[in-house]
C-alpha cells in the first residue's frame, strides 16, 4: 500500500511563487517516473511536469519556463516550484507515480492551488 502525502498548496496573489511536496511510502516497486498532474474545475486532468527513471524532464506547455520540477527517487520525495503563477493556474493539484512492469499508478489525495488577488 502507498501513502502519498501533499503539501505546499494554498492561495497566493497573481505573480506569486509557491512550493508543492510531495512524499511517498510504503511502494516496493521501482519507479518509472514521478510527476505532477492538476485539474482545473470543469476541466480534464493535465499534465503539469514529470521526471523520468533516467533524467528527463517534461513540461505542459502552459508552465514552461515558469515551473520546475525536481526530486529524488531513491527517497520517493518530488517536489514543484512554481513561480509567476496565474490565476489559469488555479487547480487541484495531484503527485504521481508511475511504476516499472505492470504495478498500477499511484495518485495522491491532490491538493488546492488558488491564484487569485
Not at 512550493?19 to 517516473?33: K, M
Not at 521526471?51 to 529524488?72: A, L, P, Q
Amino acid at each position: 500500500q502507498v501513502q502519498i502525502v501533499e503539501s505546499g498548496g494554498g492561495l497566493v496573489q497573481p505573480g506569486g511563487s509557491l512550493r508543492l511536496s510531495c512524499d511517498a511510502s510504503g511502494s516496493v516497486y521501482t519507479i518509472y517516473s514521478m510527476g505532477w498532474y492538476r485539474q482545473a474545475p470543469g476541466a480534464q486532468r493535465e499534465l503539469v511536469a514529470l521526471i523520468t527513471h533516467v533524467g528527463n524532464s517534461d513540461y505542459g506547455e502552459s508552465v514552461r519556463d515558469r515551473f520546475t520540477i525536481s526530486g529524488d527517487m531513491s527517497k520517493k520525495t518530488l517536489f514543484l516550484q512554481m513561480n509567476s503563477l496565474k490565476p489559469e493556474d488555479t487547480a487541484v493539484y495531484y503527485c504521481h507515480f508511475r511504476y516499472m512492469g505492470t504495478p498500477p499508478d499511484s495518485w495522491g489525495q491532490g491538493i488546492e492551488v488558488t491564484v487569485s488577488s
